[in-house]
Nanobody, 115 residues
């Protein structure tokens, strides 16, 4: 059974930083597009950032310039470096692995930005 395990969430003050990690048990991790999504209370889940199997990245407009997604194919892990955090970044952050015919999700990690 495929597992995606997020870590690194927590409580941080506005302007602070966090680094999320998503360790996976995917057998061919390098073939997957990896993404981070988030869901705030009362809102729909939204894409935050994605890194393709070829290493191309794309970001939601709201996080561009503040967040950086990266992947380590040797460790089957994807990361999300979040800087200059704002209260509106508060949400549960989910890791996603996607390739045609396959879609896997982690359980999520809570990120709370508050003073």
């Amino acid at each position: 059974q495929v597992q995606l395990v997020e870590s690194g969430g927590g409580l941080v003050q506005p302007g602070g930083s966090l680094r999320l990690s998503c360790a996976t048990s995917l057998s061919i991790f390098r073939l997957y597009d990896m993404g981070w999504y988030r869901q705030a209370p009362g809102k729909q889940r939204e894409l935050v950032a994605v890194v393709t199997d070829g290493g191309r990245t794309n970001y939601a407009y709201s996080v561009k310039g503040r967040f950086t997604i990266s992947r380590d194919n040797a460790k089957n892990t994807v990361y999300l470096q979040m800087n200059s955090l704002k209260p509106e970044d508060t949400a549960v952050y989910y890791c996603n692995a996607h390739k045609p015919g396959y879609d896997h999700w982690g359980q999520g990690t809570q990120v709370t930005v508050s003073s």
